[in-house]
Each structure stands twice: as structure tokens, then as C-alpha cells.
């Protein structure tokens, strides 16, 4: 079964910094990837996904991730941190033949003013 | 509704005492999840209800744990005989159901505290 890794569980950054959470997955096809975005007492949120094509994707809030099959790496990135960022981030990856949606453990990441 | 509901948002209950766990999934939506989120774990998969189709229930981690979903909308996950370690945040999820590159849509959880 697929799996992922989100190797940092906690992040800070200075409000303007660039951010890069990383995300490894294991499954042996192409995956369907995702990246969630938990803010405090809120739902999940999709921030953007991945499953063919373009391996450069842009999602809302000005984050944006990159596949890379060599690395079996899907981070994800934004050049400058806003203090609303501070959030609990969460990779996902998806087979194509199975209705499992596996998470990571997720990166809480704090901005600092 | 404009979005996925769940209920109640908190529960305390005893341990040994079953509890039921409610998921209004969005309108239309023929794909619902459930998930369970314990502090410091990423989101673990529970069940899948697709449709008219048998759920995938392979995530449910024993047999004190089922769900149902009544005409192909509302779910309800039971819990029964609680034990502390089932203490965590429960989270309901629907899509359309037609691709399975599509977005979930999560609800807020219930946070389920068993002392």
C-alpha cells in the first residue's frame, strides 16, 4: 500500500521567509498527490494536488509544490510566509486503484513576527 | 448543506460506554470518508462508503468499531465499549465520487474524549 512521510513535525519561520515542507511518498506508480492544510479549529483544506502532467502546481494561498519521481518527493513550497500560515500541513498520496487516501503525520509549522 | 457537518463536536463519554458519531456529508456527494486523528498522528483511515457499493472497511481497527450509511447520504460511526485509546478527533469527508484524483471535503471533527 502506498505511504508518506513528512520527515519535520515542527517548522518555524520569520513572517516574509520562504517555507519548503517536505513530503516523500512510497507506491510504486504514479501517485495522486495532495497537500491539506489544517488551521486551529478548522476543518482540512485543500491546498493543491497532483496526478498527471505538469509536475510544477500551483495552489491557493500562494503555495505551490513540485513532483519529483526521482526523489519520490512532493514538497511544498511559498517564497514568503504570511503570520495567517501558521497551520498544521498535511501530504497525502492516493493509488489509482484502491479508495485509501494516506496521510502523513504532518508539519506544524509556527511563524515567527 | 454548504458543507460536510459533523456531530456532536465534542464527546466525553466513560469508558466501556458505546457512542455514536455523526457525518452529514455535502449534497450530492457519493463518496464519504471517515478518518481518525490522535494527537501527534497524521490522519488514519478508517472506512469508505461509495454509493450503492460495499464499504471498504479496511481501515477499522477492530471489531468494536462500525459504520452505516442510511440512504446513501447521512453516516454514523459507532464505537462500542470505548477504551481510552480510541480517545481522538474523528473526521468525516465526502467527494463527488467520480474520479479519484478529486478533492475531499473534511468536516470539523468531533473530538471524542473517553476517561
Known amino acids: 500500500a502506498q505511504s508518506v512521510t513528512q520527515p519535520d513535525i515542527h517548522i518555524t519561520v520569520s513572517e516574509g521567509a520562504s517555507l519548503e515542507l517536505r513530503c516523500n511518498y512510497s507506491?510504486?506508480?504514479?501517485?495522486?498527490l495532495f497537500w491539506y492544510v489544517q488551521s486551529p479549529g478548522q476543518g482540512l483544506q485543500l491546498l493543491l494536488k497532483?496526478?498527471?502532467?505538469?509536475?510544477l502546481v500551483q495552489g491557493i494561498k500562494g503555495f505551490e509544490a513540485e513532483f519529483k519521481r526521482s526523489q519520490s518527493s512532493f514538497n511544498l513550497r511559498k517564497p514568503s510566509v504570511h503570520w495567517s500560515d501558521a497551520a498544521e500541513y498535511f501530504c497525502a498520496v492516493r493509488a489509482d486503484n484502491n479508495n485509501d487516501m494516506r496521510f502523513g503525520a504532518g508539519t506544524r509549522l509556527t511563524v515567527k513576527p | 448543506g454548504a458543507g460536510v457537518s459533523q456531530s456532536p463536536s465534542n464527546k466525553v463519554t466513560e469508558k466501556g460506554k458505546d457512542v455514536e458519531l455523526r457525518c452529514d456529508p455535502i449534497?450530492?456527494?457519493?463518496?464519504l470518508y471517515w478518518y481518525r486523528q490522535s494527537l501527534g498522528q497524521g490522519l488514519e483511515f478508517l472506512i469508505y462508503?461509495?454509493?450503492?457499493?460495499?464499504?471498504?472497511k479496511s481501515g477499522l481497527p477492530s471489531d468494536r468499531f462500525s459504520a452505516e450509511r442510511t440512504g446513501g447520504s447521512v453516516s454514523t460511526l459507532t464505537i462500542q465499549r470505548t477504551q481510552q485509546e480510541d480517545s481522538a478527533v474523528y473526521l468525516c469527508?465526502?467527494?463527488?465520487?467520480?474520479?479519484?484524483?478529486?478533492?475531499?471535503?473534511f468536516g470539523s471533527g468531533t473530538q471524542l474524549s473517553v476517561l
Open positions: 469527508a465526502s467527494s463527488l465520487g467520480r474520479a479519484t484524483n478529486e478533492k475531499l471535503f
Open positions: 497532483y496526478f498527471s502532467g505538469d509536475t
Open positions: 462508503f461509495q454509493g450503492n457499493s460495499a464499504p471498504d
Open positions: 449534497s450530492g456527494h457519493t463518496a
Open positions: 507506491y510504486g506508480a504514479t501517485p495522486y
